[in-house]
T-cell receptor, first 115, second 112 residues
Framework: KAGVTQTPRYLIKTRGQQVTLSCSPI?????VSWYQQTPGQGLQFLFE???????NKGNFPGRFSGRQFSNSRSEMNVSTLELGDSALYLC??????????????FGPGTRLTVL | GEDVEQSLFLSVREGDSSVINCTYT??????LYWYKQEPGAGLQLLTY?????DMKQDQRLTVLLNKKDKHLSLRIADTQTGDSAIYFC????????????FGKGTTLSVSS
């Protein structure tokens, strides 16, 4: 079974631009979560989508948004990029049935650099 | 507030056992996880433990959970150079969601 895939793997943008990152979950997984990883703050939860609905949201500004499609693929968008948005963005998927199958499996991440 | 604490570095010799420790804050966390991250890669799930268990063994990995002290440990037996990576402990305090709270990670360095 294929793992979580994320595209693109690397991205360079300039301040003020916007960016869209994509995540394809493991086949059959309906929950997709996004995390930001930086050296200073570590891994922080951004948001989670389940059945095309945002179910949970972390403490990030409104410039960070996401969506999920009917095939469970998800995208996240960051508008008006700031230097501090440079990070590794990780996507994770899970079955979500209320048990150990809630375990999240991570993709390789998208490395975003904002200049 | 919610916080997961880990020591930042651990250095061992090949063949020794490694023990990585973690303390978590939310006693309602149902599952606790260990993830591994190699340079330039995403997170790889190593193992998890259900909160009503004290111990879980999976090949070279042993997880111990002390729920009273909110202490979790990961023991890697016969550590190899390929085990060099960053190890993250994570809890899920929100039983209705999937928002994991991670520690800052422990960098394990294995020398031959």
């Amino acid at each position: 079974k294929a793992g979580v895939t994320q595209t693109p793997r690397y991205l360079i943008k300039t301040r003020g631009q916007q960016v869209t990152l994509s995540c394809s979950p493991i086949s059959g997984h309906r929950s997709v979560s996004w995390y930001q990883q930086t050296p200073g703050q570590g891994l922080q939860f951004l948001f989670e989508y389940f059945s095309e609905t945002q179910r949970n949201k972390g403490n990030f500004p409104g410039r960070f948004s996401g969506r999920q499609f009917s095939n469970s693929r998800s995208e996240m968008n960051v508008s008006t990029l700031e230097l501090g948005d440079s990070a590794l963005y990780l996507c994770a998927s899970s079955l979500w049935t209320g048990g150990a199958s809630d375990t999240q499996y991570f993709g390789p991440g998208t490395r975003l650099t904002v200049l | 507030g919610e916080d997961v604490e880990q020591s930042l570095f651990l250095s061992v010799r090949e063949g020794d056992s490694s023990v990585i420790n973690c303390t978590y804050t939310d006693s309602s966390s149902t599952y606790l996880y260990w993830y591994k991250q190699e340079p330039g890669a995403g997170l790889q799930l190593l193992t998890y433990i259900f909160s009503n268990m004290d111990m879980k063994q999976d090949q070279r990995l042993t997880v111990l959970l002390n729920k009273k002290d909110k202490h979790l440990s990961l023991r890697i037996a016969d550590t190899q150079t390929g085990d060099s990576a960053i190890y993250f402990c994570a809890e899920n305090p929100d039983q209705a969601g999937t928002a994991l709270i991670f520690g800052k990670g422990t960098t394990l360095s294995v020398s031959s």
